[in-house]
């Protein structure tokens, strides 16, 4: 009995906090994209630089 009465009190509460959680992760998935994007974008100009470097250098032998 004591259980069912908990879960009647975690319930409301819980759908309250859920929906808020909801609200914070979608805000937080978009700006991990972004940071993401600029992660992938930093990653991929590095790279290029790497093999241009590499190619100017067999290039040059």
């Known amino acids: 009995m004591s259980l069912l009465l908990d879960v009647d009190w975690i319930v409301p509460k819980g759908h309250i906090e859920g ?7 979608k805000r937080g998935k978009s700006i991990n994209l972004r940071v993401s994007i ?8 590095l790279v290029y630089f790497i093999i241009i470097l590499v190619l100017q250098f067999f290039l040059e032998t």
């Open 38 to 45: 600029v992660i992938y974008a930093s990653l991929v100009t």
């Open 19 to 25: 929906t808020q959680w909801l609200e914070t992760w």
